[in-house]
């Protein structure tokens, strides 16, 4: 079964710092979805990257798929509190269920 | 157009006990799964359905069961409610498209004691 990596678990950054945040798949990405998770609420849908070598942004957030590493990288400009949350990463092995990551916590310090 | 909704938004439960968890798709979509979301984890898929019939299950025991009726709602049902069971409990709605994206609700949060 397919199994994502997130790395890092958790991050403190300072408001005003970029960051990066890597999800790596045991087996192959046919389509990857990043997702934002406030503490103890629902998912807020951030992208979806279906192709190798897209990019996508949303705001001061992009991701990028990389299909030859089996990996997807979340990079986010000049932080902000409003960032601060669980990043979490979603395969789609075929078709639904969604696989999810652990989860990388996001903490944006003034 | 509406989002995702669950009710209730929190829960407690006591060992052997069942509940039902209750969950609204957003308009125009006729697929509902549920996940269950321990502290720290990430979902782990619990089940789907699609126009009322289940269509893809986790690895979770029988005494898991759902519904979907014909507005594409849904339920959760749990049977003798164990401690592991406390979780978040999302339900995510979509259409039923290959990569469609799913929309998740706010979650019911389950306690068992």
Redesign the interface.
């Known amino acids: 079964s397919q199994e994502?990596e997130q790395s890092p678990q958790s991050l403190i950054v300072q408001e005003g710092k970029n960051l990066t945040i890597n999800c790596t798949s045991s087996k192959t990405l046919?389509?990857l979805?990043w997702?934002k998770q406030k503490y103890?609420?629902?998912?807020?849908?951030l992208m979806?990257l279906?192709k190798g070598g897209e990019e996508k942004s949303h705001e001061k957030i992009t991701a990028k798929l990389d299909e030859k590493k089996q990996q997807s990288s979340l990079h986010i400009t000049a932080s902000q509190p409003s960032h601060a949350g669980i990043y979490?990463c979603?395969a789609?092995p075929g078709?639904?269920?969604?696989?999810?990551?652990?989860?990388t916590r996001l903490s944006v310090i003034a | 157009e509406t989002g995702?909704t669950?009710s209730p938004t929190h829960l407690i439960k006591t060992r052997g006990q069942q509940v039902t968890l209750r969950c609204s798709s957003q308009s125009g979509h006729n697929?509902v799964?549920w996940?269950q979301q321990a502290l720290?984890?990430?979902?782990?898929?619990i089940f789907?359905y699609y126009r009322e019939e289940e269509n893809?299950r986790?690895n979770f025991p029988p005494r898991f069961s759902g519904l979907q009726f014909p507005n594409y709602s849904s339920e959760l049902n749990v049977n003798a409610l164990e401690l592991d069971d406390s979780a978040?409990y999302?339900c995510?709605s979509?259409s039923r498209k290959?990569?469609?994206?799913?929309?998740?609700?706010?979650?019911t949060?389950l306690l068992v004691l």
């Open positions: 994502l046919y389509g979805y997702y103890g609420e629902g998912l807020i849908f979806m279906q979490l979603g789609n078709n639904t269920p969604l696989v999810f990551g652990k989860g | 995702v669950q697929t799964s996940y720290g984890q990430g979902p782990q898929f789907q893809g986790g978040l999302l995510a979509s290959r990569m469609e994206t799913q929309y998740f609700g706010p979650g949060r």
